[in-house]
Every structure is written in C-alpha cells, then in structure tokens.
C-alpha cells in the first residue's frame, strides 16, 4: 500500500514564526501536492512538484514556499506564519507511470494553529 | 479549468436510510472522477473512481456511483446508511493528460439514529 506520512498531526505556532511541513512518500510517486483545507472552501492547492527540484504554484501559493530535494520528500515551508494560516495541511502524492488511473494518495495531515 | 459541483454542503439521513451525494463536472471530455471520504482529523481516503470502464463503479464500504456522460455527474449512492457513513466526501476530476486535480467543496454527510 501507498503510503504518505506527514510529519506533525498538530502544530501549534506563534505569528511570525517560521514553519516547516514534511511529507514523505514511498512509492517513488513523481508528482507530489500540498493542500490546504478549510470549511466551506475544500481542498485548495497551495503548490505541487512533479519532479525532484521542480515546483509549480497553485491557486494559493502566498505566503507559503516548497522544497523538494528529494523524490519521496516535498516539504511545505511558511516563513512568517500568520494567523490566516491557521488551517489544515494535506499532503498528497501520485503517479504518471503506465497504468496510472489518476488517484491522488494522501496524508492524514498536519492541523496548524496560529497564536 | 474544470469545475466541480456538489449539491448540498450538509446532508443528513435516517441510519438505514438511501444516501445520495450529488457531483457534476464541467467538462467536454470525460475524465478521471474520484469519490474521497475524510473521517474528522484524516486525510483523504479514496472511496471509489471511474477511469472509463464500466460506468458504474463499486467502491468501499457499500458505495457506488454512477457515471453519466450525458448528465456530466457522478453521484454517490449506498442503499442503507452506517452510523459510520458519518465523515465529509470530495468528489474529484483529473484531466487524463496531466495531473491537475480539482475539487469539489465537500459535503458533510450527518447519519441519524
């Protein structure tokens, strides 16, 4: 089974601190995703990779920024966490080999409070 | 860009009741559709997909949804509800040549005693 692992469950940050998200994968999936999840707005890509050291913006990519050293690892960065960032973090990743269906592979997230 | 739709931000249904989940899509093209459950502090779980074989598609748990073309929808259906059928459910579109992703808002789904 795939996996995704995100590295914190629960965050609890102060404004302006500098915040890092991990995600790693282990399915050698190419493409990798952060989300962010809100009520009443959905899922909202924030930014995804599709390639080691590759990086494409989504529909939300202020105030946020990604790394993507390695292919199983895409970390999501916020480098003055603001109160308006307080949300949920979904990771996901998938794949564009032969066969590929189009599923994304998720997380089970990371809950970011901003004081 | 596509767009999804799902009708009905909150639904609820007697336990053993039919539950209906409504999706429409936006598209000339049929695409990838996925169905995603997410229990309160989870990720995303896939339910069920249709990737062009048979239009209607059994998933987990007891669902299934249909895809109609003609309607461009893919509403999710399961004949008696579970007390454990109480979660939030994404419908999702992917285009079958790239890996964008869209959403739908999510509906929350409320099963009653």
């Known amino acids: 089974d795939v996996k995704v692992t995100q590295s914190s469950r629960y965050l609890v940050k102060r404004t302006g601190e500098k915040v890092f998200l991990e995600c790693v994968q282990d399915m050698d999936h190419e493409n990798m995703f952060w989300y962010r999840q809100d009520p009443g707005l959905g899922l909202r890509l924030i930014y995804f990779?599709?390639?080691?050291?590759?990086?494409e913006k989504g529909d939300i990519p202020e105030g946020y920024s990604v790394s993507r050293e390695k292919k199983e690892r895409f970390s999501l960065i916020l480098e003055s966490a603001s109160t308006n960032q307080t949300s949920m973090y979904l990771c996901?990743?998938?794949?564009?080999?032969?066969?590929?269906?189009?599923?994304?592979?998720f997380g089970e997230g990371s809950r970011l409070t901003v004081l | 860009a596509q767009s999804v739709t799902q009708l009905g931000s909150h639904v609820s249904v007697s336990e053993g009741a039919l539950v209906l989940l409504r999706c429409n899509y936006s598209s000339s093209v049929p695409p990838y559709l996925f169905w995603y459950v997410q229990y309160p502090n989870q990720g995303l779980q896939l339910l069920l997909k249709?990737?062009?074989?048979?239009?209607l598609v059994k998933g987990i748990n007891g669902f299934e949804a249909e895809f109609k073309k003609s309607e461009t929808s893919f509403h999710l259906t399961k004949p008696s509800a579970h007390m454990s059928d109480a979660a939030e459910y994404f419908c999702?579109?992917?285009?079958?040549?790239?890996?964008?992703?869209?959403f739908g808002t999510g509906t929350s789904l409320t099963v009653i005693p």
């Open positions: 999702a579109v992917s285009e079958r040549t790239g890996n964008q992703f869209y």
């Open positions: 996901a990743s998938s794949t564009n080999r032969q066969g590929w269906t189009g599923e994304l592979f």
């Open positions: 249709y990737t062009s074989a048979a239009t």
């Open positions: 990779s599709y390639d080691v050291k590759m990086k």
